[in-house]
C-alpha cells in the first residue's frame, strides 16, 4: 500500500522560502509512470493544484504560482519536495502532497490518490 | 486555465436522500473528470475517474456520469458517513483544477 507524509517547518515568515518534503512509503518513486504532486488548501477554502513533477525529472506548475515554485525529486530518498520562494500570508494553507495515477493507454485519465495526510504551514513574523 | 464550477455550492439533505452534484468545465475535457469526497481535518480521498469510473472500495451508491463540459456525481440513498464536501477536478490539461466544492450537510 503505497503511503505518503508531509514533513517541514509549520511556519515561515514572510518573504522567505516555505520547503517541504513528501516521503513516500510502499512504492518506488523510481519506478517510473506516475507524477508526484503538491496541492494546497487554505483554510475554509478549496484545493489548488501547485504543480506536479514526473519520475524523469519533467514539472509542470500552476502558472499563478510558477515563478515562485520548484518541485524536485530525489529518488535515493524516495522523497520530492516543494520550494516556494517569496512567501506572504496568502500562502498560508494546508499543502497535501499525492500521486498523480493514470490509466495507462489514456495518460490524460489521471487522478490524484493516494494523498498524505496533509501539513499546515503557517506565515506569520 | 479550464475553470471548473460547481453546483450548488451546498445543500441539505436526509439519510436515504437522493443527492445531485453537478460540475461544468469551462471548455470541452472529454471525459477526464474525477470526483474527491473531503471530511473535515482529512486529506480529499478519490472517488471517481474518467467521469464514470468507480476507484475499487467506493461504495456503488456513488455514480458518475457525463462528457464534455457538463458532468455529474449522484449519490443515492445517502448514507450518514457521505455528509462531506465533494469536489470535481480535471485532468485535461495543466494546471489541474477544481471544482469551488460542494457541501452536503444533514437536513
Known amino acids: 500500500q503505497v503511503q505518503l507524509q508531509e514533513s517541514g517547518p509549520g511556519l515561515v515568515k514572510p518573504s522567505q522560502t516555505l520547503s517541504l518534503t513528501c516521503t513516500v512509503s510502499?512504492?518506488?518513486?523510481?519506478?517510473?509512470?506516475?507524477?508526484w504532486s503538491w496541492i494546497r488548501q487554505p483554510a475554509g477554502k478549496g484545493l489548488e493544484w501547485i504543480g506536479h513533477?514526473?519520475?524523469?525529472?519533467?514539472?509542470n506548475y500552476n502558472p499563478s504560482l510558477k515563478s515562485r515554485v520548484t518541485i524536485s525529486v530525489d529518488t535515493s530518498k524516495n522523497q520530492f519536495s516543494l520550494k516556494l520562494s517569496s512567501v506572504t500570508a496568502a500562502d498560508t494553507a494546508v499543502y497535501y502532497c499525492?500521486?498523480?495515477?493514470?490509466?495507462?493507454?489514456?495518460?490524460?485519465?489521471?487522478?490524484?490518490?493516494?494523498w498524505g495526510q496533509g501539513t499546515l504551514v503557517t506565515v506569520s513574523s | 486555465d479550464i475553470q471548473m464550477t460547481q453546483s450548488p455550492s451546498s445543500l441539505s439533505a436526509s439519510v436515504g436522500d437522493r443527492v445531485t452534484i453537478a460540475c461544468r468545465a469551462s471548455?470541452?475535457?472529454?471525459?477526464?473528470l474525477n470526483w474527491y469526497q473531503q471530511k473535515p481535518g482529512k486529506a480529499p480521498k478519490f472517488l471517481i475517474y474518467?467521469?464514470?469510473s468507480l476507484q475499487r472500495g467506493v461504495p456503488s451508491r456513488f455514480s458518475g456520469s457525463g462528457s464534455g463540459t457538463d458532468f455529474t456525481l449522484t449519490i443515492t440513498s445517502l448514507q450518514p458517513e457521505d455528509f462531506a464536501i465533494y469536489y470535481c477536478?480535471?485532468?485535461?490539461?495543466?494546471?489541474?483544477?477544481f471544482g469551488q466544492g460542494t457541501k452536503v450537510e444533514i437536513k
Open positions: 510502499g512504492a518506488s518513486i523510481s519506478s517510473g509512470g506516475y507524477y
Open positions: 474518467a467521469a464514470s
Open positions: 471548455q470541452s475535457i472529454s471525459r477526464y
Open positions: 477536478q480535471q485532468s485535461y490539461s495543466t494546471p489541474r483544477t
Open positions: 513533477i514526473y519520475t524523469s525529472g519533467s514539472t
Open positions: 499525492a500521486r498523480e495515477d493514470h490509466i495507462i493507454v489514456v495518460p490524460d485519465a489521471s487522478w490524484l490518490d493516494p
